[in-house]
């Protein structure tokens, strides 16, 4: 398992340039839940709310993030930047096509036994959380 994670840090270097695997987990998370708080998104990154915060900060900077609507204490909701949704668009592409690289070799069952064994791992994963 430490290969693997190490294995999908490294690969995220070259999702896109600009991006971090953090910075990508962040966007990705944005992306499926327009709106979210910071807290929340810390929650759902499993990272130190001061840790998002500086990302969150960084990827506002860089045009990629916006903070919308009025926030109350836990702060304004987060969506992603015409720009963000094209860099997160692109950085998605590269992934998925590493991984159908990765994959062109194995039968049709062994994609499914796969596909399986993930689905399984990261729903133990959310009971965890």
Do not use: C
């Amino acid at each position: 398992m430490i290969a693997f994670s190490r294995r999908v840090r490294a690969d995220a270097r070259y999702m896109h340039p600009d991006l971090s695997y953090v910075d990508f987990t962040l966007l990705r998370i944005v992306q499926d839940n327009p709106g979210v708080l910071a807290g929340d998104l810390a929650d759902a990154a499993r990272i130190d709310k001061s840790t998002a915060s500086r990302q969150l900060t960084a990827l506002v900077r860089r045009g990629l993030l916006q903070r919308t609507g009025s926030g109350g204490r836990e702060g304004k909701p987060l969506e992603l930047t015409p720009d963000g949704e094209r860099v997160t668009a692109e950085a998605l592409a590269a992934q998925q096509a590493t991984v159908a690289e990765r994959l062109v070799d194995w039968s049709t069952s062994d994609v499914a036994v796969f596909a399986d064994l993930l689905a399984r791992y990261n729903e133990a994963d959310v009971r965890s959380a």
